[in-house]
């Protein structure tokens, strides 16, 4: 199931299982992942895009293996917040995947996710060719980490 409010995601989440961050690119899908308490995003692996069949067929296996509760796709939105040709993609990527995958599916803008990733790994030394390799899992990271830095204020207040 999609849900488009991040309250209405954390309702259906059930205890002590991780979830998964995806930052869907057009060559790439950077994957990160939680702890069981939610609390800290860690990149995991980039996806090399095929088809969508394969691609859904990698995520499937990961989600699965790590028993991951639920999937956060970062939704690029414009920098003035609107929607474009990217967005209408995740959120097709969206409806494809919940097909193959019933755990609940929710969106967080992923404005600045990329640049902040980018930031970290230069920061870290890293080399230009290693952050290309590393970019869209880190990347997916910060957008997972923003889901759970939301869902632990949902749970304080």
Not at 14 to 22: I, M, T, V
Not at 44 to 69: H, S
């Amino acid at each position: 199931m999609i849900h488009e409010q991040i309250e209405e995601f954390a309702a259906t989440l059930p205890p002590l299982r991780a979830l998964a961050g995806l930052d869907l690119g057009t060559k790439t899908i950077g994957v990160a992942l939680s702890d069981r308490l939610l609390t800290v995003a860690t990149p995991l692996e980039t996806v090399k895009r095929k088809k969508f069949t394969q691609d859904a067929a990698r995520l499937v296996e990961i989600l699965r293996q790590r028993e991951i509760a639920g999937v956060v796709l970062g939704l690029p939105r414009n920098m003035d917040g609107s929607e474009g040709p990217r967005c209408q993609s995740t959120r097709a990527f969206a409806r494809n995947f919940s097909q193959l995958w019933d755990g609940p599916i929710t969106f967080w803008d992923e404005r600045l996710s990329t640049v902040a990733a980018e930031r970290a790994l230069l920061e870290a030394d890293t080399s230009r060719r290693k952050r290309a390799e590393l970019i869209d899992h880190v990347a997916a990271s910060y957008i997972l980490q923003g889901v759970l830095d939301r869902l632990r204020n949902l749970r304080s207040a």
